[in-house]
């Protein structure tokens, strides 16, 4: 039998390194699901939405820099994929997406489930085109590689119209090699220059983004020859090990502002693979108008941002800091070189969750009224007791994620996968997606009783594939972030209840293991027992509906 274009597309991919495909499966690409399933180094993982098969790709392309492959049919099928491509697009994550589309003799006639595609993905994606000669299947799979993985990564979108996949793929043309693509480093002239302006920087600060999670070790010694201060952009913690001296903090919801100090007073902001963003920048309030900015990143989209500019360098980020790491650093280079150890402890002193949970019992003690349930400080301080350091941690949106992200401290790459995007439901599915891409390392998500309830059903996707992920759920029966946000503007809440699900019984219902936890004293056996990573579990902890964001409770907002 001759090979169809179906099995040319998946072939081309599995040359490429993709080694799975997430999917709800449809009839429009029979011949794509059956390819994969036959191929021998390829998994097809059949979720219970397309929503899921999103998230698990994306995740998949966030901790390992290689695009997965979400898959759905036609129209109903890739509007259910729409939030995971947007969060891969959002995050600058390779993925791609292959969408099955209506006959070739159909298009523009109105069919059964028929969109223009790629130009329904047209915002969300980095390449979009639909095949229509079997005869080029190869070089269209390869041409979406390409586009998901070079320059700013991202989704690249390809519709395949039903009978054309089903159609012969000629063998014996010329073969779509991937070759190698140089990396992209500033001008020698160029990168003499922003040296010297690091050297002779008062206090020159980087901010890190996923343009620097890929080049750990080069920005490691970009940072100490020129003895910078350093703080990771949104959801971007593990670009840089939080316990260096120079580690000041992560540019997230809600920073502390006690460590936003460096920030303000630097001098020089060195902006490696980052959008600076609305949360990273605080509002497009920092870097401070009297800061220069050096900004780095392959996309010269993210090159116009609200500040002062000094330079503008379309590079890799990687390329970028060994070219400067090669140049004369500044005197006495290394942490020393700058003082960051004031800026270093009131970022240890803000991250103690230790400390934060012995305050919170300290207070419980204090106090004769009824407990609302377990503080979201003490789950959180209980991870960190039994979680290893190369843990992947996943998390959903919400409130509770204003805690994992300050009390969580990350040491290692590729141990974080969170959303800048804000995609509920996003924890779980990514977790899955992790454990099958990085089999044998343990994988935990975090989510609020929203979050979760938006994509629980995937667990019945953990159990049949064997992910052995950990889930953590905050149930506080509320949506908190959009309670906090109404009862700041109007002293009230509208539509934010959730009832009063058994979590843990869901889960069970799924095949996974559950348990609730209702007293703090109960979490460290609990999260003991949980940590072996040997099956899908899910610890359901009920947690004080009134504690909305470190200091800041409902009771306080409501009128």
């Not at 292959?98 to 223009?116: I, N, P, T, Y």
């Not at 400390?355 to 789950?379: F, I, L, N």
């Amino acid at each position: 039998m001759p090979r169809t274009a179906g099995q040319a597309i998946v072939d081309t991919l599995a040359s490429r390194g993709v080694r799975r495909f997430y999917t709800v499966p449809g009839e429009s690409f029979l011949e794509v699901l059956d390819a994969v399933e036959q191929h021998p180094d390829l998994q097809l993982v059949s979720t219970r939405h397309e929503s899921g098969a999103a998230f698990m790709a994306e995740a998949e392309g966030k901790l390992t820099g290689r695009p997965a492959v979400a898959m759905a049919t036609r129209s109903v099928g890739a509007a259910n994929l729409m939030v995971g491509v947007g969060t891969a697009f959002e995050d600058a994550t390779p993925m791609v997406v292959l969408c099955g589309q209506v006959e070739q003799s159909a298009l523009g006639r109105a069919a059964f489930q028929e969109v223009d595609l790629p130009a329904f993905f047209a915002q969300v994606s980095v390449h979009g085109e639909t095949l229509h000669d079997p005869a080029r299947a190869g070089e269209v799979a390869a041409r979406a590689h390409r586009a998901a993985t070079t320059a700013r990564p991202g989704p690249a979108v390809v519709a395949l119209p039903a009978d054309v996949l089903a159609r012969p793929a000629p063998d014996g043309g010329p073969e779509v090699v991937p070759g190698r693509v140089a990396a992209v480093g500033p001008e020698p002239a160029d990168a003499a220059e922003i040296a010297a302006l690091l050297r002779t920087a008062r206090r020159p600060v980087a901010v890190l983004g996923s343009g620097a999670q890929g080049a750990w070790d080069d920005v490691l010694a970009l940072v100490e020859r020129f003895g910078l201060g350093v703080y990771t952009a949104f959801r971007r913690q593990d670009a840089f090990s939080n316990d260096h001296p120079a580690y000041l903090g992560h540019l997230t919801l809600r920073t502390a502002p006690e460590l936003l100090g460096p920030l303000r007073d630097a001098d020089v902001v060195l902006a490696l693979g980052t959008r600076l963003g609305d949360t990273t920048s605080q509002g497009f309030t920092l870097p401070a108008p009297s800061a220069r900015v050096v900004h780095v990143d392959l996309d010269p989209r993210t090159l116009t941002v609200p500040v002062h500019l000094a330079w503008t360098v379309r590079a890799d980020v990687g390329a970028f800091a060994r070219a400067l790491a090669g140049l004369p650093g500044r005197d006495g280079a290394g942490p020393g070189a700058v003082d960051w150890s004031s800026g270093h402890a009131a970022y240890l002193r803000s991250s103690d969750a230790e400390a934060a949970a012995a305050e919170v019992r300290a207070a419980r003690q204090h106090d004769a009224s009824p407990g609302g349930g377990v503080h979201p400080v003490e789950v959180v301080a209980a991870l960190e007791r039994h979680l290893p350091a190369d843990a992947v941690v996943t998390n959903d949106a919400g409130n509770f994620s204003v805690f994992a992200h300050r009390y969580r401290r990350f040491t290692r790459p590729r141990t974080q996968l969170g959303p800048v995007s804000g995609a509920m439901g996003y924890g779980l599915p990514a977790a899955i997606g992790a454990s099958l891409a990085a089999p044998g390392r343990p994988v935990v998500a975090l989510a609020g009783d929203g979050g979760f309830l938006m994509t629980a059903v995937e667990l019945e996707t953990a159990v049949r594939v064997g992910a052995p992920v950990l889930c953590v759920v905050f149930v506080n029966g509320s949506y908190g972030t959009i309670a906090m946000h109404q009862a700041r503007r109007f002293g009230r809440t509208a539509a934010t209840g959730i009832g009063p699900v058994d979590v843990a019984a869901l889960a069970r219902s799924l095949g996974a293991d559950g348990v609730t936890v209702t007293d703090p004293g109960d979490l460290d056996d609990v999260l003991a027992a949980a940590t072996r990573f040997d099956a899908p579990r899910v610890v359901a902890v009920r947690t004080d509906p009134d504690v909305l964001v470190p200091g800041v409770r409902l009771s306080g907002l409501v009128r």
